[in-house]
Every structure is written in structure tokens, then in C-alpha cells.
């Protein structure tokens, strides 16, 4: 039961990271969407099949794919931002600060 | 419960086709192809719970590293190309 109402909740995490795809009017919006619900999303997934599941061969796989997930998700996501950045442009808002304005990029 | 989850994978699935289809710039069709990979590797271990073995749970490691090498050379394309 707690399984499930785990994978629910990171299935839910995941439709709301599609939604706010869909939905948001900029590229950093959309990064931004998708990179942080998506990550909790599936570690909760992964962490429910992980109760539900009981083989030690499965727990290490789920393990290892939460472990990747965490490691790799923010770097892609700054890779990503900093390619839209720079080849897109960025037209800043008014309330809005641009760290990266007078950053050394290489 | 667990059919509810793999509704709204595929509707999580869809709302990233769409933008995988209509993105203006190819940033926003990698942040599609990123959120599919997400969602269908969450629908193999969703199924691995349905059916009770984890024989397909390697594919989702697999699948991680993939999505991520693939997102760090897109991103590395579009920086050099610069548009």
C-alpha cells in the first residue's frame, strides 16, 4: 500500500513536470519544470519499487538508477540552461537578475 | 492504484510529445526527449511492481545514462553551433 501510494505520488510529480512543459512561455521555465519534478517524481517512483520489490538484484538496479538520476539530472539541466543561454539569448524581465550577464564564459 | 500511475505517465508522456512536436527551439525539443526518457523508464519499474519481477530493471539504468550523454552532446551542439 505504501508502495503504491509512492509510485502514485511520483507519477503525479511527473504529469505536473509535463504540464509545466506544456504550459510555461520560456525555455528556463520549462527547464526549470521539468528538472526538479521530474527527479523527485522518479526517485519516488523508484523508491516504491524498491518496497514493493524484494529480490536484492532489483534493489541494487533501483539504487543505482536512483544514485545516476541524482547525480546527472542537475548536470544536464545546467548544461542545457547554459546552451539556451548563450545560443537563444535571454531577454531579462524586470524583476529578474542575470548572474551570468558579465560571467567569464569560456 | 497502480493503472492510475500508468495513466498519468501517459498523459505526462503526451504533454511532452506535444512539446517535443511544437518547440520553437531545439533546447525545448531536448527538454521533451529528456522528460519522455523520464517518463518511460518510470512506466518500466511501475511495471516491474505490476508484474512482480525486476527483469527489465537494468533497461532503466541503461536508459538514465543514456538520457544523460545525449542531453550533455545536444547541449555541447547547440553552444557551438550557436543558434
Known sequence: MVAELLVLAGALLTCLAGIGVVRFDDVFARLHALSKATTLGFLLVLLGAAIALSDPND???????????????????????????????????????????????? | ????????????????????????TLVDRMIAVDGLLVAGASAIVVDAIRTGSGAFLPVV???????????????????????
Open chain 1, 59 to 106: 534493489i541494487t538496479s533501483l539504487v543505482l538508477a536512483a544514485a545516476l538520476q541524482l547525480l546527472t539530472s542537475p548536470v544536464g539541466t545546467g548544461l542545457l540552461g547554459r546552451a539556451a543561454y548563450r545560443a537563444e539569448g535571454y531577454r531579462p524581465r524586470v524583476d529578474t537578475v542575470d548572474q551570468l550577464a558579465d560571467a567569464d564564459l569560456d
Open chain 2, 61 to 83: 539504468v541503461v536508459v538514465t545514462l543514456v538520457g544523460f550523454v545525449s542531453t550533455a552532446v545536444v547541449a555541447r551542439f547547440i553552444e557551438g553551433r550557436g543558434a
Open chain 2, 1 to 24: 492504484m497502480i493503472g492510475a500511475s500508468l495513466v498519468l505517465l501517459a498523459a505526462a508522456a503526451m504533454c511532452f510529445l506535444y512539446r517535443l512536436v511544437r518547440g520553437p
